[in-house]
């Protein structure tokens, strides 16, 4: 969550991401800090190289958690938690990586670690992230496997 508000922050989001008015934000933020707009030795170069690599990697996080992002994606997402089981997971402070069979990763944030060890003290795992994990927090897709099955 923290990462979240960081760049929500960083990017003036109030409360719901738009994919429209983040773009332009964006577009701005970069050409404010690109790294060229500074001469070599300038004290402020090396501060642009860092903050435009945080404006890029904060972007691409924020278009991953959108709620149009999720909407366009809404089929492969609903067909790989009700269809692959879990393969693996991971917590981590309060983001919860969740592997499934299909190859598929998402991260879900704001998953306490009490949620997390009720999870894997269930008997029937898969059934309790369907009703406790899926529907209550935020995700985002963090990989695919390429590899042909």
Do not use: C
Not at 24 to 49: C, I, M, S
Not at 61 to 69: C, D, G, M, R, Y
Not at 105 to 116: L, R
């Amino acid at each position: 969550m923290k990462r979240i508000n960081e760049y929500k922050k960083l990017f003036g989001v109030e409360k719901e991401i738009d994919l429209g008015t983040l773009k332009k934000t964006y577009r701005n933020l970069v050409k404010e800090w690109h790294p060229d707009k500074f001469q070599d030795g300038d004290a402020l170069k090396v501060e642009a190289e860092l903050q435009s690599r945080r404006i890029i990697d904060g972007y691409h996080f924020l278009v991953s958690i959108a709620p149009e992002t999720h909407t366009a994606n809404r089929e492969a997402y609903t067909e790989t938690i009700n269809v692959a089981g879990i393969a693996d997971y991971h917590h981590k402070g309060m983001v919860l990586e969740i592997t499934f069979v299909d190859g598929s990763t998402y991260e879900y944030f704001g998953v306490t670690a009490n949620v997390f060890r009720k999870m894997i003290n269930s008997d029937k795992i898969n059934r309790f992230a369907k009703r406790a994990i899926y529907p209550n927090y935020i995700y985002r897709k963090t990989k695919k496997s390429t590899e042909a099955e």
